[in-house]
Protein backbone atom coordinates (compact mmCIF):
# COMPACT_ATOMS: atom_id res chain seq x y z
CA UNK A 1 0.00 0.00 0.00
CA UNK A 2 1.43 3.56 -0.86
CA UNK A 3 1.57 5.72 1.77
CA UNK A 4 -1.36 7.35 3.15
CA UNK A 5 -2.15 10.53 4.97
CA UNK A 6 -5.08 11.36 8.03
CA UNK A 7 -5.05 15.06 7.91
CA UNK A 8 -6.53 16.84 11.03
CA UNK A 9 -7.56 20.12 11.61
CA UNK A 10 -6.97 22.06 14.62
CA UNK A 11 -9.64 25.06 15.05
CA UNK A 12 -7.67 27.80 16.93
CA UNK A 13 -10.22 29.68 19.16
CA UNK A 14 -7.26 31.45 21.25
CA UNK A 15 -8.35 34.46 19.32
CA UNK A 16 -4.31 35.35 18.69
CA UNK A 17 -4.16 35.61 22.24
CA UNK A 18 -0.45 33.33 24.07
CA UNK A 19 -1.82 30.21 25.18
CA UNK A 20 -0.11 26.85 25.65
CA UNK A 21 -2.59 24.93 25.00
CA UNK A 22 -1.87 25.25 21.31
CA UNK A 23 1.83 23.79 22.51
CA UNK A 24 -0.04 21.11 24.29
CA UNK A 25 -2.29 19.65 21.08
CA UNK A 26 0.83 19.79 18.55
CA UNK A 27 2.80 18.86 20.98
CA UNK A 28 0.38 14.83 21.59
CA UNK A 29 0.03 15.39 17.96
CA UNK A 30 3.46 15.41 16.66
CA UNK A 31 4.36 12.44 18.95
CA UNK A 32 1.01 10.19 18.13
CA UNK A 33 2.56 7.13 16.74
CA UNK A 34 0.82 5.92 13.47
CA UNK A 35 0.64 2.62 11.67
CA UNK A 36 2.33 2.67 8.41
CA UNK A 37 2.07 3.56 5.47
CA UNK A 38 -0.09 6.02 7.46
CA UNK A 39 1.05 9.47 8.50
CA UNK A 40 -0.38 11.95 10.57
CA UNK A 41 -0.83 15.48 9.21
CA UNK A 42 -2.54 18.64 10.48
CA UNK A 43 -2.93 21.88 9.91
CA UNK A 44 -4.09 24.91 12.05
CA UNK A 45 -7.29 27.50 11.24
CA UNK A 46 -7.22 30.76 13.03
CA UNK A 47 -10.85 30.47 13.50
CA UNK A 48 -12.16 33.45 15.77
CA UNK A 49 -8.94 36.14 14.87
CA UNK A 50 -8.76 35.44 11.22
CA UNK A 51 -12.34 33.79 10.07
CA UNK A 52 -10.45 30.60 9.06
CA UNK A 53 -12.63 27.64 8.62
CA UNK A 54 -11.64 24.08 7.38
CA UNK A 55 -13.95 22.28 4.64
CA UNK A 56 -15.69 18.59 5.67
CA UNK A 57 -12.04 16.74 3.85
CA UNK A 58 -10.55 16.19 7.28
CA UNK A 59 -10.42 13.12 9.06
CA UNK A 60 -10.28 14.44 12.67
CA UNK A 61 -10.77 18.13 13.98
CA UNK A 62 -9.76 19.01 17.31
CA UNK A 63 -11.35 22.22 18.81
CA UNK A 64 -9.25 24.44 21.15
CA UNK A 65 -10.51 26.34 24.33
CA UNK A 66 -9.98 30.62 24.17
CA UNK A 67 -10.27 33.25 26.00
CA UNK A 68 -13.54 35.57 27.05
CA UNK A 69 -17.50 34.68 26.75
CA UNK A 70 -18.79 31.30 25.09
CA UNK A 71 -21.97 33.96 24.57
CA UNK A 72 -19.75 37.54 23.56
CA UNK A 73 -20.26 36.77 19.84
CA UNK A 74 -23.60 35.02 18.94
CA UNK A 75 -23.87 36.33 15.35
CA UNK A 76 -20.74 36.94 14.54
CA UNK A 77 -19.52 35.29 11.03
CA UNK A 78 -16.35 33.38 12.76
CA UNK A 79 -19.10 31.43 14.90
CA UNK A 80 -21.62 31.13 11.82
CA UNK A 81 -18.95 29.61 9.64
CA UNK A 82 -17.77 27.42 12.98
CA UNK A 83 -21.44 26.31 13.59
CA UNK A 84 -21.91 25.64 10.35
CA UNK A 85 -19.02 23.33 9.73
CA UNK A 86 -19.90 21.66 12.70
CA UNK A 87 -23.45 21.10 11.49
CA UNK A 88 -21.77 19.79 8.07
CA UNK A 89 -20.20 17.29 10.04
CA UNK A 90 -22.87 16.03 12.03
CA UNK A 91 -24.50 15.34 9.12
CA UNK A 92 -21.36 13.83 7.43
CA UNK A 93 -21.62 11.76 10.04
CA UNK A 94 -25.40 10.86 10.12
CA UNK A 95 -25.46 9.69 5.83
CA UNK A 96 -21.66 9.08 5.42
CA UNK A 97 -19.88 5.01 6.14
CA UNK A 98 -16.43 7.38 6.20
CA UNK A 99 -17.09 9.22 9.75
CA UNK A 100 -15.44 12.14 10.80
CA UNK A 101 -13.93 13.11 14.41
CA UNK A 102 -13.80 15.72 16.34
CA UNK A 103 -12.91 16.79 20.20
CA UNK A 104 -13.73 20.05 21.94
CA UNK A 105 -12.23 21.54 24.56
CA UNK A 106 -13.10 24.03 27.01
CA UNK A 107 -14.40 27.16 25.16
CA UNK A 108 -15.26 24.88 22.13
CA UNK A 109 -17.07 22.90 24.78
CA UNK A 110 -19.22 25.23 26.08
CA UNK A 111 -20.29 26.69 22.48
CA UNK A 112 -21.18 22.99 21.55
CA UNK A 113 -23.20 22.69 24.41
CA UNK A 114 -25.10 25.97 23.58
CA UNK A 115 -25.27 25.27 20.30
CA UNK A 116 -26.99 22.15 20.62
CA UNK A 117 -28.77 23.16 23.88
CA UNK A 118 -27.75 20.54 25.65
CA UNK A 119 -27.18 23.06 29.23
CA UNK A 120 -27.12 26.40 30.36
CA UNK A 121 -24.02 28.47 29.57
CA UNK A 122 -23.28 30.54 32.58
CA UNK A 123 -20.63 32.44 34.13
CA UNK A 124 -19.32 31.43 37.29
CA UNK A 125 -18.81 33.54 40.91
CA UNK A 126 -15.07 32.96 40.15
CA UNK A 127 -12.78 31.40 38.45
CA UNK A 128 -11.53 28.18 38.77
CA UNK A 129 -7.76 27.92 37.81
CA UNK A 130 -5.59 24.84 38.77
CA UNK A 131 -5.30 21.47 39.07
CA UNK A 132 -8.35 19.79 40.23
CA UNK A 133 -10.25 16.24 40.28
CA UNK A 134 -12.60 15.36 37.81
CA UNK A 135 -15.63 13.05 38.61
CA UNK A 136 -16.78 10.23 36.50
CA UNK A 137 -20.00 9.32 35.82
CA UNK A 138 -21.26 5.72 34.96
CA UNK A 139 -21.29 6.75 31.53
CA UNK A 140 -17.60 8.12 31.77
CA UNK A 141 -16.45 4.99 33.45
CA UNK A 142 -16.98 3.11 29.79
CA UNK A 143 -15.77 5.86 28.10
CA UNK A 144 -12.68 4.66 26.10
CA UNK A 145 -11.56 8.00 26.32
CA UNK A 146 -11.38 7.89 30.08
CA UNK A 147 -10.78 4.21 30.68
CA UNK A 148 -7.64 4.52 31.87
CA UNK A 149 -7.97 7.17 33.98
CA UNK A 150 -9.01 7.08 37.93
CA UNK A 151 -11.94 8.09 39.62
CA UNK A 152 -11.44 11.06 40.00
CA UNK A 153 -8.66 11.81 38.44
CA UNK A 154 -6.76 15.27 38.00
CA UNK A 155 -7.00 17.68 35.27
CA UNK A 156 -5.78 21.33 34.40
CA UNK A 157 -9.10 23.78 35.06
CA UNK A 158 -8.90 27.16 33.31
CA UNK A 159 -12.38 28.93 32.86
CA UNK A 160 -15.17 31.88 34.13
CA UNK A 161 -17.66 30.37 32.20
CA UNK A 162 -19.84 26.67 32.89
CA UNK A 163 -21.95 24.11 31.81
CA UNK A 164 -24.77 23.48 33.78
CA UNK A 165 -28.37 22.63 34.45
CA UNK A 166 -28.09 20.00 31.68
CA UNK A 167 -31.43 19.18 29.36
CA UNK A 168 -31.52 15.64 30.36
CA UNK A 169 -34.51 15.06 27.79
CA UNK A 170 -32.36 16.63 25.11
CA UNK A 171 -29.52 14.54 25.65
CA UNK A 172 -31.16 11.32 25.95
CA UNK A 173 -33.03 12.36 22.59
CA UNK A 174 -29.68 12.64 20.86
CA UNK A 175 -27.98 9.68 22.31
CA UNK A 176 -25.58 12.30 23.96
CA UNK A 177 -23.91 11.26 27.53
CA UNK A 178 -22.57 12.93 30.58
CA UNK A 179 -19.09 11.74 31.11
CA UNK A 180 -17.95 13.56 34.28
CA UNK A 181 -18.70 16.28 36.52
CA UNK A 182 -16.93 18.42 38.60
CA UNK A 183 -15.39 18.12 41.88
CA UNK A 184 -17.21 17.85 45.09
CA UNK A 185 -17.32 21.03 46.91
CA UNK A 186 -19.59 20.77 50.02
CA UNK A 187 -18.74 24.25 51.15
CA UNK A 188 -20.69 26.05 48.70
CA UNK A 189 -24.13 26.11 47.23
CA UNK A 190 -23.37 26.05 44.09
CA UNK A 191 -24.14 23.22 41.24
CA UNK A 192 -21.37 20.76 39.98
CA UNK A 193 -20.79 21.93 36.61
CA UNK A 194 -20.82 19.49 33.67
CA UNK A 195 -17.09 18.50 32.61
CA UNK A 196 -17.75 16.12 30.03
CA UNK A 197 -20.12 14.86 27.36
CA UNK A 198 -19.75 12.31 24.44
CA UNK A 199 -22.20 14.48 21.82
CA UNK A 200 -22.19 11.29 19.33
CA UNK A 201 -20.21 8.13 18.66
CA UNK A 202 -17.68 10.45 16.33
CA UNK A 203 -17.98 13.86 18.72
CA UNK A 204 -16.58 14.58 22.31
CA UNK A 205 -15.88 17.46 24.54
CA UNK A 206 -14.56 18.39 27.82
CA UNK A 207 -14.60 21.59 29.64
CA UNK A 208 -11.10 20.92 31.51
CA UNK A 209 -7.99 20.89 29.43
CA UNK A 210 -6.67 17.28 29.03
CA UNK A 211 -4.38 18.70 26.72
CA UNK A 212 -2.37 20.69 29.45
CA UNK A 213 1.06 19.49 30.90
CA UNK A 214 3.49 19.46 33.62
CA UNK A 215 5.58 22.46 31.71
CA UNK A 216 2.33 24.81 30.34
CA UNK A 217 1.30 24.20 34.04
CA UNK A 218 4.20 25.34 36.07
CA UNK A 219 4.12 28.12 33.16
CA UNK A 220 0.49 29.65 34.15
CA UNK A 221 1.33 28.59 38.28
CA UNK A 222 4.15 30.89 38.79
CA UNK A 223 2.21 33.98 36.54
CA UNK A 224 1.55 36.70 39.39
CA UNK A 225 -2.08 36.60 38.32
CA UNK A 226 -2.47 32.96 38.24
CA UNK A 227 -1.32 32.70 41.62
CA UNK A 228 -3.20 35.49 43.14
CA UNK A 229 -6.01 33.69 41.83
CA UNK A 230 -5.68 30.15 43.21
CA UNK A 231 -4.52 31.66 46.40
CA UNK A 232 -7.43 33.66 46.70
CA UNK A 233 -9.91 31.01 46.30
CA UNK A 234 -8.34 28.18 47.40
CA UNK A 235 -5.50 29.24 49.86
CA UNK A 236 -1.60 28.89 49.63
CA UNK A 237 -1.61 25.07 50.63
CA UNK A 238 -3.87 23.94 47.84
CA UNK A 239 -1.44 26.61 45.66
CA UNK A 240 1.74 24.44 46.94
CA UNK A 241 -0.20 21.41 46.52
CA UNK A 242 -0.58 21.97 42.90
CA UNK A 243 2.84 22.66 42.36
CA UNK A 244 3.46 19.20 43.85
CA UNK A 245 1.09 17.58 41.70
CA UNK A 246 2.91 18.63 38.41
CA UNK A 247 5.56 16.09 39.48
CA UNK A 248 3.04 13.20 39.90
CA UNK A 249 3.19 10.37 37.07
CA UNK A 250 -0.54 9.71 37.62
CA UNK A 251 -2.11 13.80 37.52
CA UNK A 252 -2.06 16.17 34.58
CA UNK A 253 1.00 13.93 33.28
CA UNK A 254 -1.52 11.18 32.88
CA UNK A 255 -4.12 12.39 31.74
CA UNK A 256 -2.65 14.16 29.01
CA UNK A 257 -1.02 10.83 28.47
CA UNK A 258 -4.53 8.96 28.37
CA UNK A 259 -7.46 11.52 26.63
CA UNK A 260 -6.53 12.94 23.53
CA UNK A 261 -4.32 10.19 22.08
CA UNK A 262 -6.71 7.57 23.01
CA UNK A 263 -8.77 9.58 21.34
CA UNK A 264 -6.74 9.83 18.47
CA UNK A 265 -5.74 6.27 18.42
CA UNK A 266 -9.37 5.13 18.08
CA UNK A 267 -10.57 7.88 15.43
CA UNK A 268 -7.47 6.42 13.77
CA UNK A 269 -7.81 2.66 14.23
CA UNK A 270 -11.93 3.24 12.81
CA UNK A 271 -10.85 5.71 9.63
CA UNK A 272 -8.52 2.99 8.53
CA UNK A 273 -10.30 -0.23 9.19
CA UNK A 274 -13.12 2.52 6.80
CA UNK A 275 -10.34 2.76 4.31
CA UNK A 276 -9.41 -0.96 3.92
CA UNK A 277 -13.45 -2.12 3.76
CA UNK A 278 -13.42 0.42 0.91
CA UNK A 279 -10.31 -0.88 -0.67
CA UNK A 280 -11.65 -4.79 -0.24
Request: some cysteine; glycine content about 4%.
Amino acid sequence: MENQIIKVAILDLYDNEPNEGMRGIQSILNRHHVPAPFTLEWTRYDVRFKDEVPDTSYDIYISTGGPGSPLEDPGAQWEKDYFKLIDDLWEHNRTSSHKKFVFFICHSFQLMCRHLELADVTKRHSTAFGIFPIHKTKAGENEICFMQLSNPFHSADSRDWQVIQPNEKRIKQMGAEILCIEKKRPHVQFERAVMSIRFSPEMIGTQFHPEADPVGMLHYLLRTDKKEIVIKHHGQEKYDEMLLHLNDNDKIKFTQECILPTFLSDAIEKIIQCQMVEKS
